[in-house]
């Protein structure tokens, strides 16, 4: 609809995974840098290119492709 959301409603429906408070936000994002600097090269690549190739598809696409990209990982094969 393009109307403001504010955060609470964001968090609950989804549309971000965490809220912080604006004096803890840069110490936030540092933590969240370092996170992600420690993830595994290849799975952070896998994860780049799953969104890249999601990004433009409808919700319910983007749902059966996760599915089948979890169901990959979980057998030990490749994501396409």
Not at 52 to 68: K, L, N, Y
């Amino acid at each position: 609809t393009g109307a403001p959301v504010d955060a609470e409603t964001a968090l609950r429906d989804g549309l971000i995974t965490e809220v912080v408070p604006r004096a803890q936000l840069e110490a936030r994002v540092d933590e969240r840098i370092s996170e992600l600097a420690a993830l595994d090269a290849t799975a952070l690549r896998d994860a780049k290119s799953f969104l890249s190739r999601t990004r433009a598809m409808d919700p319910a696409s983007a749902a059966g492709a996760s599915i089948d990209a979890l169901a990959l990982a979980v057998a030990g094969g490749e994501a396409p």
